[in-house]
């Protein structure tokens, strides 16, 4: 079963800094089932990066994502207050099919 | 504009059947080679993908929920729902439903998902007598 580690737990920035979200397989991954969801309080999931850097409809050009084989970083370039939320990772293809990582806390400094 | 809603008992008790439905407004649930999936989050947790139908009925499930999961479409009433049996409150969490599609140009077939573009709000489902 393949498990997604993501680091670091909680990350504290400023807004207008760089983030940097890391995502490691217990497995490869192929890059092309890749991809991040930001999710906020009491609300459902986003999707942000499929492919693992291709951005999905209407998500803004500071989100970027990027990695191969077990090692994927979602960056996000300078940090809106709206992006302080949780961050998962998510593969598709191995067992079980669609496995998510635990998150990343993206939280105000 | 698609737009998913999760419907069901907030409140289900041990040992009995979870059921849940999601509408699916704004679009056919037939078209367009979507796989529609359910996918829960357990409080203060991660997420766990259940399994997906697609518009023909053919499923799939995550082998670890496999033995207690049944997901079926009503495609008359644009809906498709979910069963968990024999829940315990291991189960307690919230319950999403979602859809993805992606496209083999090889083949000229609709593939499942590699990710999922549109979610419900979710609803909570808590396992207690």
């Known amino acids: 079963e393949i498990v997604l580690t993501q680091s670091p737990g909680t990350l504290s920035l400023s807004p207008g800094e760089r983030a940097t979200l890391s995502c490691r397989a217990s497995?490869?991954?192929?890059?092309?089932?890749l991809a991040w969801y930001q999710q906020k309080p009491g609300q459902a999931p986003r999707l942000l990066i499929y492919?693992?850097?291709s951005r999905a409809t209407g998500i803004p050009d500071r989100f970027s994502g990027s990695g191969s084989g077990t090692d994927f970083t979602l960056t996000i370039s300078r940090l809106e207050p709206e992006d302080f939320a949780v961050y998962y990772c998510?593969?598709?293809?191995?067992?079980?099919?669609?496995?998510f990582g635990q998150g990343t806390k993206l939280e105000i400094k | 504009q698609v737009q998913l809603q999760e419907s069901g008992p907030g409140l289900v008790k041990p040992s009995q059947t979870l059921s849940l439905t999601c509408t699916v407004s704004?679009?056919?649930?037939?078209?367009?080679?979507?796989?529609w999936s359910w996918i829960r989050q357990h409080p203060g947790k991660g997420l766990e993908w259940i399994g997906y139908?697609?518009?023909?009925?053919?499923?799939y499930y995550n082998p670890s929920l496999k033995s207690r999961v049944t997901i079926s479409v009503d495609t008359s009433k644009n809906q498709f729902s979910l069963k968990l049996s024999s829940v315990t409150a291991a189960d307690t969490a919230v319950y999403y439903c979602?859809?993805?599609?992606?496209?083999?140009?090889?083949?000229?077939?609709?593939?499942?998902?590699?990710?999922?573009?549109?979610w419900g709000q979710g609803t909570m489902v808590t396992v207690s007598s």
């Open positions: 979602a859809r993805g599609k992606d496209y083999d140009i090889l083949t000229g077939y609709y593939i499942p998902p590699r990710a999922f573009d549109i």
């Open positions: 704004g679009g056919s649930i037939s078209s367009g080679g979507y796989y």
């Open positions: 139908i697609y518009y023909s009925g053919s499923t």
């Open positions: 497995q490869s991954v192929s890059s092309s089932y």
């Open positions: 492919g693992a850097s």
């Open positions: 998510q593969q598709y293809g191995s067992s079980p099919l669609y496995a």
